[in-house]
């Protein structure tokens, strides 16, 4: 993050105390860039330089070399870099992003916290998102405690987790820096009544989300362009799960790697909310998948068309108490929804059950150009690339 020090800062009172050296140690990592205005150098800014000369030798050199830093550094920076200003006395200005020395502090101790639906996937889906450089920087800032990924539990609490934080985000410090310090990511998942189409938890999520307070910088949040993250397995990966078994379950899983890669070729509208853990059984609808597996459901009229000489009442009994165990049969066109019609009887019954609930695991076995290629294909209108993605996760670090 970038801290901006106005040179009259540098002449006060609030420079004597140890807090304000801490500011240097924070960003002599290359974790914050601080930035003086005007901009430091060896003819000034004054106030800088008298302060800087007031300090011990080893102390002074290691100050000057945050600053010179975060110069060299700042001709990178976008123009809408995410930053802060620091300013004098005790009272902050949150909206504004301008804040006095502890809370200033306080923001830039606090990890960048990543708040996600499954810790473990969803970190693997970022690690696989990111390039080398990148991937190692993201591990590092784990590892030093720059970054925590948030466990949120499923769609429902994040979006509960994040509206009790919004009700009142610049009331306290506690949820101004939380709310400063966090970025989100969640899954597009499918509408049970159209799956071409995210959740309704999906849509009201990136709805709060895009709510959020812009100031001082826009919420930090990307919403899946695919069902889930197992959607962006490449076919490697896929391929690396098909060969870990042989023999029945082996000819099985060729099967489904087969028929999704020929729906990622054919119909990829259909590959990118095809449910990878479930399969088609996900999207149908109760009564199809009762009989499509075989378990017991209620007994309808046409059930009855064979006990034709029955009464009423008696038929009207028996739907009330009955129920039937219902040969299990093989999905058939008509009981998917129009995006998943349209496939060959063995491609149907392959894709059936999808590749079960641990498919997420292999993305530890993806390649970077591979993941790409997979990732940058086929990105619907509008939907952020690697780079845009990337760019809001680290501008906030």
């Known amino acids: 993050m970038r801290v901006l020090i106005d040179a009259a800062f540098f002449a006060g009172s609030e420079t004597e105390d140890l807090a304000f050296l801490h500011l240097f140690a924070l960003a002599r990592d290359g974790r914050h860039l601080l930035l003086t205005a005007p901009t430091f150098g060896p003819a000034g800014p004054r106030e800088v330089l008298d302060w800087l000369a007031a300090l011990p030798e080893a102390c002074c050199r290691q100050v000057r070399q945050v600053l010179e830093q975060g110069v060299a550094a700042a001709s990178g920076l976008p123009a809408d870099a995410v930053g802060i200003r ?52 993201l591990r590092q800032a784990l590892d030093r405690g720059w970054l925590e990924i948030l466990h949120a539990g499923g769609l429902g609490e994040m979006k509960a987790w994040l ?128 009989d499509v597996e075989g378990k017991p459901r209620r007994i309808q009229d046409s059930d009855l068309v064979r006990f034709s000489g029955l009464s009423a009442a008696d038929r009207a009994t028996l739907k009330d108490l009955g129920r039937l165990v219902s040969e299990a049969r093989r999905i058939q066109d008509a009981d998917l929804d129009p995006l998943f019609q349209g496939l060959s009887d063995p491609d149907r019954e392959a894709l059936r059950r999808g590749f079960g609930r641990n498919i997420a695991t292999y993305l530890e076995h993806v390649g970077e150009a591979d993941f790409r290629r997979e990732f940058e294909r086929h990105l619907a209108p509008g939907e952020p690339d690697r780079e845009t993605i990337l760019y809001s996760l680290f501008a906030r670090l």
């Open 86 to 137: 620091l300013v004098a006395g005790t009272r902050s200005d949150w909206a504004a992003g301008r804040l006095c020395l502890p809370d200033a502090l306080r923001l830039l101790q606090t990890p960048l916290g990543v708040m996600v639906e499954n810790r473990r996937a969803d970190w693997r889906f970022l690690l696989a998102l990111a390039p080398p450089v990148q991937r190692d920087r």
């Open 163 to 290: 509206e009790a934080l919004l009700e009142h985000p610049f009331t306290s410090v506690s949820n101004a820096t939380r709310l400063l310090r966090l970025w989100v990511m969640f899954d597009r998942d499918a509408e049970r009544a159209d799956p071409s189409q995210p959740s309704h938890e999906s849509i009201a999520m990136k709805t709060l989300c895009a709510a959020a307070p812009a100031r001082p910088w826009p919420f930090g949040h990307y919403q899946l362009g695919r069902r889930a993250i197992e959607n962006y397995l490449p076919a490697a990966a896929l391929h690396h799960w098909q060969a870990e078994k042989s023999g029945a379950e082996g000819r099985r899983r060729r099967e489904v790697v087969d028929a999704f890669c020929k729906l990622r070729r054919d119909q990829p509208a259909a590959a990118r909310q095809y449910h990878m853990k479930s399969g088609l059984l996900a999207d149908l609808s109760d009564e199809a998948r009762k």
